[in-house]
């Protein structure tokens, strides 16, 4: 028989990922809020909400990891495999040039398409290895960043690795280390969850709901940041006009990027201090880090390698 051209889908497992969506629209609708000034709760710093998208992002990870484990049960042609992970890196690379262009100096450098797209690619090489491998190798990734972290890695070409001490200031950060423990986690269930059946009874309507939302998950991802931008930029006048940012809110915005980041909020406070001093005494004003680059702004302020967070 010829490996089918299409891996078996859970509707259960369309549903989670339905659910990791309207989770991921919640963080970001409030996060625009943020942005915007609409809220004055600063949801880029705040660490209650900062778990509640890491939470998110692990799940999109477990869960791409279950769907290639199950892909490759079913007998999926590598070929098949590696086309969906070459749209997912397409799809990454339009969403860093798109937030470059938004945000300058605090684009998307590695971000969660950046890193489904690369432990993808791991776990396809892996796609027949023991689960007991997968496991500790998902065990590896989480503790090498507490050990294997040093200034060695701190130039931003080994940003997308995890192992630097310090990081981009952006809204979106998702290492491969340790991040891609999730996919290889997910991977291990997926060996252990039976293939689908056909189905009984239909599920219910919110179910199919998730579930058919979940199957057009990168679409989504795309797609629903410019469209609550677009609609809450459309609101603004019936909640009153929009403030121009004043001089200090490039600092708020760095300070938030950084944060976001997962870096320490001491050391961010003290990188911050730094870069306005460095800017003061060149004459290009605070308003000059609004476009700094990242990859300058840790060559001029870097901190100790004991400061890692």
Do not use: N
Request: hydrophobic share 55%.
């Amino acid at each position: 028989m010829s490996p089918p051209d299409r891996p078996p889908r859970l509707p259960g497992l369309d549903a989670l990922r339905g659910v990791a969506l309207l989770a991921m629209v919640a963080y970001h609708a409030a996060w625009d809020l943020s942005f915007l000034g609409l809220i004055a709760t600063d949801v880029a710093a705040d660490p209650a909400w900062r778990r509640f998208a890491q939470s998110v992002a692990a799940a999109f990870l477990l869960i791409a990891g279950i769907s290639l484990a199950l892909a490759s049960r079913a007998g999926t042609e590598l070929k098949r495999m590696l086309r969906r992970v070459g749209v997912i890196a397409a799809a990454a690379a339009a969403v860093s040039a798109a937030t470059y262009a938004v945000l300058p100096g605090q684009g998307v450098y590695f971000g969660i398409l950046h890193c489904i797209a690369l432990a993808s690619l791991i776990g396809i090489a892996l796609r027949r290895a023991p689960a007991w491998l997968l496991l500790g190798l998902a065990g590896l990734a989480l503790v090498l960043p507490h050990f294997a972290a040093g200034p060695g890695f701190d130039a931003p070409a080994w940003y997308w690795l995890g192992l630097s001490t310090t990081v981009p200031p952006a809204p979106d950060y998702v290492p491969l280390l340790p991040w891609c423990a999730a996919v290889l986690c997910g991977m291990a269930i997926g060996r252990a969850l039976p293939f689908p059946r056909p189905p009984g009874a239909p599920p219910a309507v919110a179910v199919r709901l998730l579930a058919a939302a979940g199957r057009r998950s990168l679409a989504i991802y795309l797609l629903h940041q410019p469209i609550l931008l677009g609609v809450l930029l459309a609101a603004m006048p019936l909640v009153g006009s929009w403030r121009q940012p004043p001089a200090w809110d490039w600092a708020a915005a760095w300070r938030a990027g950084c944060i976001g980041a997962g870096r320490a909020s001491s050391d961010c406070e003290s990188e911050l201090a730094c870069l306005v001093k460095t800017l003061a005494a060149e004459g290009r004003g605070g308003e000059g880090t609004a476009t700094l680059e990242p990859a300058e702004a840790a060559l001029r302020c870097r901190p100790s390698p004991s400061a890692r967070p």
